[in-house]
């Protein structure tokens, strides 16, 4: 017997989720409904900046909608309202109600804007969808030539860098004392800042977007330690929020952050009802990042089709990219968290480079490199392994 199974949102996991499934369900033993409350089909969040290059979303559509597939129904621009457990069915915001025997949440997440005066002045983006980069566009094609990007972590150099594509003179405001401070420690932050600042990109670190100003839209920032910083646009990057509503309103759990409380199996208190990607908080953890949301995808694929699983174990969260520019790469206990962890940093003025060893100084817990991420590769591979050489060898 066939079994219905809602996906309710169509981002990137959501759509993992649907085309593993369709890979591995031989017997085409489920039939699917996923519902995108954005109008386009699954996108590439991760390369929305690229959409800025040509406007071209076809370029970032992954897949083709499942168009030829008989087992798939894609509802693009559709929300789900409600979840009624008891009945088991959704109710979208046109009215519709669809049945279901296993219901998958994949809402994602969406921006925080902090509750600061003016953020809601024309001329204030989030930075999530096609639709923002389509806005912000439009904003510096009407004659944009400044913006403020609000959070220094990876979203917000992101930003800042779609900014200066733009050929906008860009400020980034970060509250920590230095650039990205949740993979890069204070040592390695101090040289992002300064090469990031070398880059032409005005960096605030240690303040805070007191107000935003402007009379019909915005014409000014000013910082808490009282510096107004004159701008056409202010971009918000900082922070997500998973989206859980739709599960608090059914009566599943969701931890302090809003996010989908799961066990590590991605299922909620109900057996018929998981969750997965951002919007999921497993046992208690929370990822942002989309290799975690891929894999607690495929772990619900295979209960789904009762093939052999592994629970969920965490994730690696280990960075590697060019930012603006700039080389940065973390990985492991980057901030020496654990007990008795041993740092041993190298900094030429020009690169950064700090590995994080056990309290013995045998094993790599983690490591952080800014200016060159030449060495990331071979000393990531040590994670958890015992050196096998001394420390300062391999740094250099
Ligand atoms: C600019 C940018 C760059 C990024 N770069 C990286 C990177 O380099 N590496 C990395 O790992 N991650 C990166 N990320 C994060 C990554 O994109 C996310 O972790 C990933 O997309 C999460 O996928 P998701 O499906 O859980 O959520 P989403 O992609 O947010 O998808 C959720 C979807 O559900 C829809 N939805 C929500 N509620 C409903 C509802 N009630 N009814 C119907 N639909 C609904 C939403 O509209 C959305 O389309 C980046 C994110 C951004 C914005």
């Given at each position: 017997m066939v079994r219905e199974l809602v996906?309710?949102?169509?981002?990137?996991?959501?759509?993992?989720?649907?085309?593993?499934?369709?890979?591995?369900?031989?017997?085409?033993?489920?039939?699917?409904?996923?519902?995108?409350?954005?109008?386009?089909?699954?996108?590439?969040?991760?390369?929305?900046?690229?959409?800025?290059?040509?406007?071209?979303?076809?370029?970032?559509?992954?897949?083709?909608?499942?168009?030829?597939?008989?087992?798939?129904?894609?509802?693009?621009?559709?929300?789900?309202?409600?979840?009624?457990?008891?009945?088991?069915?959704?109710?979208?915001?046109?009215?519709?109600?669809?049945?279901?025997?296993?219901?998958?949440?994949?809402?994602?997440?969406?921006?925080?804007?902090?509750?600061?005066?003016?953020?809601?002045?024309?001329?204030?983006?989030?930075?999530?969808?096609?639709?923002?980069?389509?806005?912000?566009?439009?904003?510096?094609?009407?004659?944009?030539?400044?913006?403020?990007?609000?959070g220094g972590g990876l979203l917000g150099l992101e930003a800042a860098n779609a900014l200066r594509v733009l050929g906008m003179r860009t400020h980034v405001v970060e509250v920590a004392e230095h650039l990205m401070p949740v993979q890069v420690d204070s040592g390695g932050g101090g040289l992002l800042n300064r090469l990031v600042g070398e880059l032409g990109v005005r960096v605030h670190c240690g303040d805070a977007v007191r107000t935003v100003d402007g009379h019909e839209r915005v014409s000014a920032v000013s910082l808490r330690d009282g510096t107004v910083v004159g701008t056409d646009m202010v971009v918000l990057a900082a922070g997500i929020r998973p989206r859980g509503e739709l599960a608090t309103a059914a009566g599943l759990e969701v931890d302090d952050g809003g996010g989908v409380l799961v066990d590590d199996h991605c299922r909620t208190g109900d057996r018929r009802v998981w969750a997965v990607g951002e919007c999921a908080s497993v046992e208690g953890r929370r990822y942002g990042l989309l290799a975690p949301g891929r894999a607690m995808a495929e772990l619900v694929v295979d209960q789904l089709l009762r093939r052999p699983f592994v629970a969920f174990t965490g994730a690696d969260t280990a960075t590697k990219l060019k930012l603006l520019g700039v080389d940065v790469a973390s990985f492991g206990d980057s901030h020496a968290e654990s007990d008795g962890a041993v740092e041993l940093a190298r900094d030429t003025g020009d690169t950064y480079a700090k590995l994080v060893l056990d309290s013995e100084a045998e094993r790599v817990l983690g490591g952080v490199f800014v200016g060159d991420t030449a060495p990331y590769g071979r000393l990531r591979a040590l994670l958890g392994r015992e050196l096998p050489s001394s420390p300062e060898h391999l740094l250099r």
């Open positions: 996906v309710i949102g169509y981002g990137m996991v959501g759509h993992h989720l649907v085309s593993t499934l369709r890979a591995r369900d031989d017997g085409d033993t489920w039939r699917v409904t996923v519902l995108g409350e954005e109008p386009c089909h699954a996108y590439d969040r991760v390369g929305l900046s690229e959409y800025l290059r040509g406007r071209d979303a076809s370029r970032l559509a992954l897949g083709d909608g499942f168009v030829t597939d008989p087992m798939v129904r894609t509802r693009t621009g559709t929300a789900a309202v409600a979840v009624d457990r008891s009945a088991r069915t959704v109710t979208t915001a046109s009215g519709e109600t669809l049945g279901y025997d296993a219901l998958v949440l994949a809402t994602g997440s969406r921006p925080v804007v902090p509750p600061v005066e003016g953020m809601d002045l024309p001329g204030c983006f989030t930075y999530r969808t096609i639709e923002d980069l389509e806005r912000i566009h439009a904003a510096a094609r009407a004659g944009a030539r400044s913006g403020v990007v609000v």
